[in-house]
């Protein structure tokens, strides 16, 4: 089967991620132009021939999060309006994710929202990664395909050869996230109920598992101010945990969260590049970094070539 070119592009939220996926393909980023205008819209144009081609677009929605949004969706209607053959959107961290379901009165739906608008401006398919709940995917009318970072951390974790070690979710809503680690490392799981009182807040109240004496690994899929993440720390070393090590798909990283996991006392923190991490590292010397972009590459050329992505977690 004769397939279109394939070309990858990204915005301005994370050109480094799109380098490292288009190094693994061996194919050179495409050409575009994005800049504000003096009252901060944005402009957007793609400087090279993109018809008939099977176009990849590099953006997550990530800081600052509502001009990334925006990108994305001006660069979609640029691609689509330029007869590209098809457009997906490759959005490594998806957010507004987290407002997922309507638990409080008057509230958005915003995970919604955004997919709605994402189809609208041309997205033909969506390429994304460790979702904050996976039914977002049929928050979408359109092909989504759902990668996981597990095979990146599970790597690590392997190398790092960490003896007596149980895997810690740091709320309920993440145990199918610790068990399908910890049963591909072998180890058992331990589990910390909380409760949230405000929005990046939320209170300690238990910790169901044997941790005392054991090497611990929190598992989490966002770690924005890390507060939660902290106070499972303080939690679990409370309980006789001996060392700490936590790991987050999504390193947002905001207000204060740098300054925490520095000052508390986890070992290391591994993070994925979903969202830029260069400056984060220079100020958090604890940060372990582990790079996406062969997943992500890989996904890509399987759907450029319509074979399996499942089969990457085989």
Do not use: W
């Amino acid at each position: 089967m004769t397939h279109a070119e394939l070309k990858i592009f990204c915005g301005r939220a994370h050109p480094a991620l799109a380098a490292e996926i288009c190094d693994y393909l061996g194919i050179e980023v495409g050409k575009l132009h994005a800049e504000n205008f003096s009252d901060g819209e944005i402009f957007c144009q793609i400087e090279e021939n993109v018809r008939g081609r099977d176009v990849f677009l590099v953006q997550p929605i990530t800081k600052p999060v509502n001009e990334t949004l925006v990108e994305l969706l001006i660069l979609l209607d640029a691609f689509r309006r330029s007869s590209a053959a098809r457009v997906t959107a490759v959005i490594p961290y998806y957010g507004y994710g987290r407002q997922d379901k309507k638990d409080q009165p008057r509230v958005a739906i915003t995970a919604k929202l955004v997919a709605n608008l994402i189809s609208g401006a041309g997205a033909e398919r969506v390429l994304t990664m460790d979702l904050h709940a996976l039914q977002i995917q049929g928050f979408f009318d359109i092909p989504v395909d759902h990668l996981f970072a597990a095979p990146v951390m599970l790597e690590a974790l392997s190398a790092m050869d960490i003896p007596d070690l149980v895997i810690v979710s740091p709320d309920a809503g993440g145990v199918a996230r610790a068990r399908a680690i910890a049963k591909r490392v072998g180890v058992g799981i331990a589990i910390v109920d909380k409760r949230r009182t405000a929005p990046n807040q939320a209170e300690v109240m238990n910790v169901v598992g044997d941790v005392e004496g054991r090497n611990l690994l929190i598992v989490d899929d966002i770690i924005d101010t890390a507060g939660t993440l902290v106070s499972t720390i303080e939690a679990l070393k409370a309980k006789g945990g001996r060392r700490i090590l936590a790991a987050g798909v999504h390193a947002i990283l905001s207000g204060p969260a740098l300054a925490r996991l520095e000052e508390s006392c986890v070992e290391r923190v591994l993070v994925t590049n979903t969202t830029p991490l260069e400056d984060k590292l220079a100020i958090c010397s604890k940060l372990e970094p582990l790079s996406v972009a062969p997943l992500l590459g890989e996904a890509i050329r399987r759907i450029h070539e319509d074979s399996s992505v499942s089969s990457l977690f085989v």
